[in-house]
């Protein structure tokens, strides 16, 4: 048994920066050992395990690309032999690709799709195989609004999010009854590096709000989710947007 094994376990994926960052610091300063996933940005996951212990926590970096099957998939082997469970799944790896429907590479389509929503089965799949042991585990995956209302030019990333809706809602009622709860959360427009080309004025009076969010809120409700606040919840999608419907 790792010496850790007293505190949660927790994997988050795709947390180099921005939204996945901020979950790694809210989980560390709520207690957890928080393993930090990325694919290519090792100097942002570092500065995110930096953050982690001005938090007061601690944590590690574990690189692997979530699209690929068998690298994933020995990577969560990997971790579950050295913590022997996983307490806490985030999956919020994703990237973009926009383009018009008809503009649209099938490598834009595919990297969108790879990376999101087959990211979701590679990583979730070993994850739950080590939670259904303990009959316990929370599993949380970041959509977002355009996976509920579409964005023009994102069909791509809709598709992608939408679909990591519907497969948490299925795996949510299979997993129920083992002590294992599946939630989403679906933000709106944030403060992150993914905005950098987004029209934010024009979008801002679309927001009820009337502002951005920022990705510390985003991390507060995935942790609510995460805790047994939340001991009753799952198979839900919490929108965290302002307002927008």
């Known amino acids: 048994m790792d010496e850790r094994r007293d505190i ?18 809210e989980l ?10 990325y694919r290519s940005d090792k100097a942002g996951a570092s500065q995110s395990l930096e953050m982690i212990k001005k938090a007061g926590g601690d944590g590690e970096i574990v690189q692997f690309d979530v699209s ?22 985030v999956n919020n790896a994703g990237v973009a690709a926009d383009e018009l429907f008809i503009m649209m590479t099938q490598d834009e389509w595919n990297s969108v ?30 959509s977002s609004a355009a996976g509920i209302m579409g964005n023009r ?13 519907g497969a948490s809602r299925v795996v949510a009622s299979e997993v129920a009854r083992l002590g294992i709860r599946v939630n989403v ?16 004025a024009n979008i801002k009076t679309l927001i009820p709000m009337a502002r951005i969010g920022r990705a510390e809120e985003v991390a507060k409700v995935v942790r609510f989710l995460c805790s047994e606040d939340s001991s009753y919840i799952t198979g839900q999608v919490i929108s965290v947007n302002g307002g927008m419907f």
């Open 8 to 25: 949660r376990v927790a994997i988050v994926t795709g947390a180099s920066k921005g939204i996945g960052r901020a979950i790694c610091v």
């Open 28 to 37: 560390a300063a709520w207690g957890c050992y928080v393993i930090v996933n």
């Open 68 to 89: 690929d099957h068998e690298k994933t998939r020995n990577a969560i082997e990997n971790i579950c032999v050295r913590f022997e469970a996983i307490d806490i799944l």
């Open 113 to 142: 799709i790879n990376t999101s929503l087959n990211g979701f089965y590679n990583v979730t799949r070993p994850v739950l195989e080590n939670m259904i042991v303990r009959k316990k585990g929370s599993v949380v995956s970041i």
């Open 153 to 165: 030019g994102q069909a791509n990333y809709a598709g992608a999010k939408a679909g990591l809706i």
């Open 185 to 200: 959360v679906a933000p709106g427009l944030i403060d992150t590096g993914m905005i950098k080309d987004a029209p934010v």
